[in-house]
């Protein structure tokens, strides 16, 4: 089948280092393989592509991000109920924000997400921006020797270092947090992963879920893992996007964190994220 959209797709780098905003193709209809190809090839170069005036139901949501693989179900965020690969982001007054630290989604499972699609469908007249940061850059950016030291250290992701007991004690919430700490019990990644597409390392150490790395003193792996997760949110490797209804973010969950700011209280914020599962890091 000849492959009209191809020509059509532009992506528009929004700094010297990470994201770019892409257009021409419309994510509401099935992507076909040479799209979604050449979606990926601009992900994994960009490590986050922004898309403009793409509605999209939860249905069209999980449709497109199921074009890159398989999906993952929060085992703790609501989600819709009819479409639960699509996790339900709904910050205000009622419910504040918890995702304003710099972490990459979900790895604390063996086969943390490889691509996370969020869009954006109620936002406040003014902040609720997300930022992204490159964890390559932020690796390439250290000094030879601190690479070597970190290239054969592991670290323990924990689940409940973000998701802790006593935040989910509501009725019926205790039971879903039960069963999910049982599900989700403690992995190892390594320090520094490589990129299982184009080769290129990225610090794979996140303050949300990464507790400790192996084989140093309690201190010593504190003291690093904060330098580590200070090193990655330098506004060098940054990007920051202001959402308008209806702006989709892409972002290569691989070899990025990110922030969401949260400076809009008393207003709120809706958000849908679908959630595509990746490879083991190595
Ligand atoms: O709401 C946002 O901007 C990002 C929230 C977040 O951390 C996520 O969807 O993974
Ligand atoms: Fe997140």
Redesign the pocket.
């Known amino acids: 089948m000849p492959d009209v959209a191809l020509p059509t797709l532009t992506a528009t780098p929004l700094g010297p280092t990470i994201g770019a905003r892409v257009s021409g193709v419309d994510l509401s209809r099935p992507l076909t393989p040479s799209v979604a190809a050449e979606l990926e090839a601009l992900l994994v170069r960009h490590q986050v592509l922004f898309f403009e005036n793409q509605p999209l139901t939860p249905e069209q949501q999980r449709a497109f991000a199921a074009s890159f693989g398989p999906l993952h179900i929060h085992p703790v965020y609501p989600n819709i109920p009819e479409v639960p690969e699509i996790m339900v ?1 709904d910050t205000g007054p009622h419910n504040p ?1 918890d ?1 304003d630290v710099w ?1 990459t ?1 979900v790895t604390f499972v063996e086969t943390p997400p490889a691509i ?1 699609a ?1 869009s954006a469908k109620k936002v406040p007249p003014l902040g609720g921006d ?1 930022l992204w940061a490159s964890a390559s850059a932020a690796y390439e950016a250290l000094s030879e020797p601190l690479r070597v030291l970190l290239e054969p250290l592991k670290a323990v992701h924990d689940f409940s270092r973000s998701f802790p007991e006593w935040r989910h004690n509501g009725p019926g919430v205790h039971e879903r947090w039960l069963e999910a700490r049982a599900k989700n019990p403690i992995r190892v990644h390594p320090v520094i992963r490589t990129h299982p597409v184009n080769g290129r390392k990225a610090l794979f150490v996140n303050d949300n879920f990464t507790a400790a790395i192996l084989g140093l003193s309690p201190k010593e792996s504190d003291f690093l893992l904060r330098f580590l997760f200070d090193h990655v949110a330098r506004p060098e490797f940054t990007v920051r996007w202001t959402w308008k209804p209806d702006d989709l973010a892409l972002w290569d969950n691989r070899s990025t964190q ?1 922030y ?1 700011v949260n400076d809009y209280l008393p207003h709120s914020r809706l ?1 849908h ?1 679908a959630t595509v599962l990746g490879d083991r890091p190595v």
Do not use: G, I, P
């Open positions: 982001l924000s995702n972490h989604d996370v969020l997300t990110h969401a958000m994220r």
